[in-house]
């Protein structure tokens, strides 16, 4: 069964700019989430997506934001891009909410670099 | 502030040597899952803790889970030069919804 994919894997951005990402869970999963992971913050819950509805949100600015396909697919939309916004951003598919006991898989994640 | 504390941040080691990680928090867990993360890839769940005292083991690896269920560690016995990584520990609190919570991570080095 084909894991969870990230696309893409490496991108470079200007300040203030605006990226998107995307993420494909793997086949059956309902459940996407996405973090930020960071040498200073450590893995950071950005939020939950579950049949196209956000069910979970972690305390990042509005310029976060991000949507759920009706195949569960999952794209993370970052706007006015800053330096501190450069990290690996990580998906992580489940098949119920990832609140529950279900195990997550993790993509390999996009490593995003501001300059 | 770190809501859950791992502890130490990092660790170099022999091959052979024992090791445990520590992961700590002043709230309780509904439950609790360690990671493994190599370089380049995302983590991967290693265990899931639910119940207080409880102790599982995978292999060489050994996660308890504390009684109040505040607490946990992971203990490697004999380790390999292929349990290099960063270990993370990552908890569900009820005060802070279902949202997976993360440690900073050790990050583990295993020298042959």
């Known amino acids: 069964k084909a894991g969870v994919t990230q696309t893409p894997r490496y991108l470079i951005k200007t300040r203030g700019q605006q990226v998107t990402l995307s993420c494909s869970p793997i086949?059956?999963?309902?459940?996407v989430s996405w973090y930020q992971q960071t040498p200073g913050q450590g893995l950071q819950f950005l939020f939950e997506?579950?049949?196209?509805?956000?069910?979970n949100k972690g305390n990042f600015p509005g310029r976060f934001s991000g949507r759920q396909f009706s195949n569960s697919r999952s794209e993370m939309n970052v706007s006015t891009l800053e330096l501190g916004d450069s990290a690996l951003y990580l998906c992580?598919?489940?098949?119920?909410?990832?609140?529950?006991?279900?195990?997550?898989?993790f993509g390999p994640g996009t490593r995003l670099t501001v300059t | 502030t770190q809501l859950l504390e791992q502890s130490p941040q990092f660790l170099s080691i022999q091959e052979g040597e024992n090791l445990t990680v520590y992961c700590n928090s002043s709230?309780?867990?509904?439950?609790l899952q360690w990671y493994r993360q190599e370089p380049g890839e995302g983590p991967v769940l290693l265990v899931t803790?639910?119940?207080?005292?409880e102790v599982k083991k995978l292999k060489r690896l050994t996660f308890q889970f504390g009684d109040a269920r505040k607490d946990s560690s992971l203990h490697i016995t004999a380790a390999q030069p292929g349990d290099t990584g960063l270990y993370l520990c990552?908890?569900?609190?009820?005060?802070?919804?279902?949202?997976?919570?993360f440690g900073a991570g050790t990050i583990l080095r295993v020298k042959s």
């Open positions: 992580a598919s489940s098949l119920g909410l990832a609140g529950g006991l279900g195990e997550q898989y």
């Open positions: 086949s059956g999963h309902r459940s």
């Open positions: 997506y579950f049949s196209e509805t956000q069910r």
């Open positions: 709230s309780v867990f509904s439950s």
């Open positions: 803790v639910v119940t207080g005292g």
């Open positions: 990552a908890g569900l609190q009820p005060k802070y919804g279902n949202k997976l919570v």
